[in-house]
């Protein structure tokens, strides 16, 4: 991924209106006013997917504590981020980017190598939204593991 694509601190958090998990519409305007975690992940279900997931969970009520809301996203269709939230018991909006334009619009998309091989996915990133829908943090090739302790602590949550 080159690194024009990627956001920086201060920059407006690209708008967005996605399907959440309901099939609901959901939109970044909806949040305006409040602070935002996004994270975006590769697939719903999958290991490391699952354990981040389920660490954001855990630490809902410091983050809500902050202000913030967090909100998963993926390319996931909304029935599998339904049977994934329910899987999990998640406490939080899981959101669905099919056709993967918010995730180009983040930057967490792009050329991505493992082993050798070098291909495009899915680039595990997380950004703070502040209420005027400024990116306070841009964080991105986190890893699924930690990363939501080592988030807490940036933010002094």
């Known amino acids: 991924m080159s690194a024009e694509n990627k956001l920086v601190e201060g920059a407006k958090a690209p708008a967005f209106k996605v399907l959440d998990q ?7 305007a909806d949040y305006k006013g409040h602070k ?5 992940y590769p697939a719903a279900s999958t290991p490391g997917c699952t ?14 504590k902050a202000g913030y809301t967090v909100l998963g996203i993926s390319p996931d269709a909304p029935a599998k981020l339904l049977k994934f939230k329910e899987n999990q018991d998640l406490n939080f909006s899981l959101l669905s980017d099919s056709d993967l334009e918010v995730h180009k619009l ?17 680039i595990r990133s997380t950004f703070a939204i502040d209420d ?14 930690g990363h939501v302790a080592m988030l807490r602590k940036l933010l002094g949550i």
Do not use: Q
């Open 132 to 145: 005027k829908g400024k990116i306070t943090l841009a964080l991105y090739n986190v890893k699924a593991t």
């Open 106 to 122: 983040y930057g967490a998309y792009g050329t991505k190598s493992m082993y050798g091989r070098t291909y495009e996915g899915v």
């Open 36 to 40: 935002v975690i996004l994270y975006f």
């Open 22 to 28: 309901d099939g609901k519409k959901v939109s970044l």
């Open 51 to 64: 354990k981040e997931a389920c660490d954001f969970n855990d630490n809902l009520n410091p983050f809500k």
